[in-house]
């Protein structure tokens, strides 16, 4: 079922673009900024509290609802579970933005590219730094890599690990998980983070740990794997925990494993080609993740 699940949501994701508009997660900072002032006179409240409360609601009741689904009709279960999954791998297709970036260039459509390229760049996190596409070409062809890679697994691969373990309320736990960390971020900044923020990383640490793992390792195996494990074995994974990075450590680990399975690591990317390789390694490391999965699904050992 988990797979039948997950090859249909993916359907959906890939040609139905016109339910981009039905998966919206606008409503997530709101009702964190509302359950927020709810608990802010209440000090033993706040931090990872709050978080238990703000994220325990939604998944909470999406756990239940698929319980007496499944106790009513198996199909309404199943049901069930691709509506969620799909909403919670939308509303943007991240994928499909950046191809449509490559194509507008092809297309010599400068327009559109520039408009594009803003749309992917004001979605990186916040990020000062980067929150306006840079004019060289090299550097932007690395950052758009490097967002291509942490994506897929973000966006992708790390939702759909939670939905194979725990199901439909595995896939939005994750994915508000990373939308409340963004909220924060936005809101309050990474440098200096509150409680709260304090502890939705720890929950996006704890919770990305074996999955973006799992996705650098589907790097190296749909990439270069001699180049790839060269940059595992000699970087140390408990990577600078510096107060001044606050890249969260799967971003770093991904973003690592992946371009040295492009070999981008001792020759970075230079231009458009090499975003396009990048897109065509994640395109695989999806494949390969549905290949693993239906040979469990035969093997019995997934549902």
């Not at 963004?182 to 990474?190: F, I, L, P, S």
């Not at 650098?216 to 140390?236: E, I, K």
């Not at 494993?257 to 230079?270: K, M, N, R, V, Y």
């Amino acid at each position: 079922m988990s797979l039948l699940a997950i090859l249909i949501s993916l359907i959906f994701e890939r040609f139905l673009p016109p339910l981009h508009r039905l998966r919206s997660l606008a409503w997530i900072g709101p009702y964190h900024q509302w359950m927020c002032a709810r608990l802010a006179d209440h000090p033993r409240w706040q931090g990872v509290p709050c978080l238990l409360v703000i994220v325990l609601l939604p998944v909470g009741g999406i756990g239940l609802a698929q319980y007496l689904l499944n106790d009513l009709l198996l199909f309404f279960g199943f049901v069930f579970s691709i509506l969620v999954l799909t909403y919670s791998l939308g509303p943007k297709d991240r994928h499909y933005r950046v191809q449509q970036y490559l194509d507008a260039e092809d297309n010599g459509d400068t327009d559109s590219a520039q408009r594009l390229l803003e749309d992917i760049f004001a979605d990186q996190e916040c990020a000062a730094e980067h929150s306006t596409p840079p004019e060289e070409a090299a550097t932007r062809a690395r950052l758009l890599s490097e967002y291509v890679l942490v994506q897929t697994h973000e966006q992708l691969l790390a939702i759909l690990f939670w939905f194979v373990v725990l199901g439909p309320m595995g896939a939005m736990l994750y994915r508000l998980t990373v939308e409340l960390m963004r909220a924060e971020c936005c809101t309050r900044g990474c440098n200096e983070p509150s409680e709260f923020q304090a502890a939705i990383q720890r929950l996006h640490y704890l919770l990305a740990w074996i999955p973006s793992r799992l996705t650098a390792l589907s790097y190296a195996v749909m990439g270069s794997f001699v180049h790839a494990m060269h940059a595992w074995q000699n970087t140390p994974l408990e990577e600078t925990d510096s107060h001044k990075d606050t890249t969260p450590p799967s971003h770093r680990l991904l973003v690592r494993i992946g371009l040295a399975s492009l070999q981008f690591d001792h020759q970075p990317p230079q231009d458009n080609e090499a975003v396009r390789e990048t897109l065509g390694l994640c395109g695989r490391s999806l494949v390969a993740w549905v290949t693993i999965l239906a040979l469990m699904t035969l093997a019995g050992w997934a549902s």
